[in-house]
């Protein structure tokens, strides 16, 4: 049994071409932590993180190098905070790509593994055709709880 067996062969995707705020508007409207991005091709590229997304909101003071740790006197409003938002929404995906430190598996990759990779990375995770780098679907929690409900149905059914 191996990573096939588990993934959505049709996930939600983003494109390289896309904006912050096409981005944005998936990850929230899909209620999504994280959505994996791909290029022209179908081979990813990385994901975008609705912690990214965060990140953009921040003061830059919060966020730099040695920054601010504790920010309990600014008195930004939601305003504020969609304003800075706001500044990102025309740039490219490319911005909020994250690219290192992604887990993946490939379709191959054994059950056992896949469960303690997607345990690991406390992450969905993309699965990518070898040698091609092709997105062929993801993996997450729910999807892997759902088979082995359905696991379960079966044999006591």
């Given amino acids: 049994m191996t990573a096939k067996l588990l993934m959505n062969p049709s996930p939600l995707v983003l494109r390289t071409d896309n904006t912050i705020a096409e981005g ?17 091709n179908g081979c990813f590229q990385g994901m975008l993180t609705a912690n990214c997304l ?15 740790e504790n920010m309990s006197y600014v008195t930004n409003s939601l305003r504020d905070v969609a304003e800075r938002l706001t500044r990102y929404l025309d740039e490219p995906i490319s911005l909020c790509l994250k690219v290192e430190n992604v887990a993946i598996v490939r379709p191959e990759t054994s059950i056992v593994e896949t469960l303690l990779i ?3 990375s406390k ?8 040698g091609t780098d ?9 999807d892997v709880g759902t088979k082995i409900m ?4 079966a044999e006591t059914g």
């Fill in 118 to 120: 997607l345990y690991q």
């Fill in 123 to 130: 992450a969905n995770l993309p699965v990518v055709e070898e």
């Fill in 150 to 153: 359905e696991e379960i149905s």
């Fill in 24 to 40: 944005a508007r998936q990850i929230l409207g899909k209620q999504r932590r994280s959505l994996p991005v791909v290029d022209g």
């Fill in 54 to 68: 965060l990140y953009l909101c921040l003061p830059r003071a919060a966020t730099m190098a040695k920054g601010l």
């Fill in 134 to 142: 092709r997105l062929v679907g993801m993996i997450s929690y729910f």
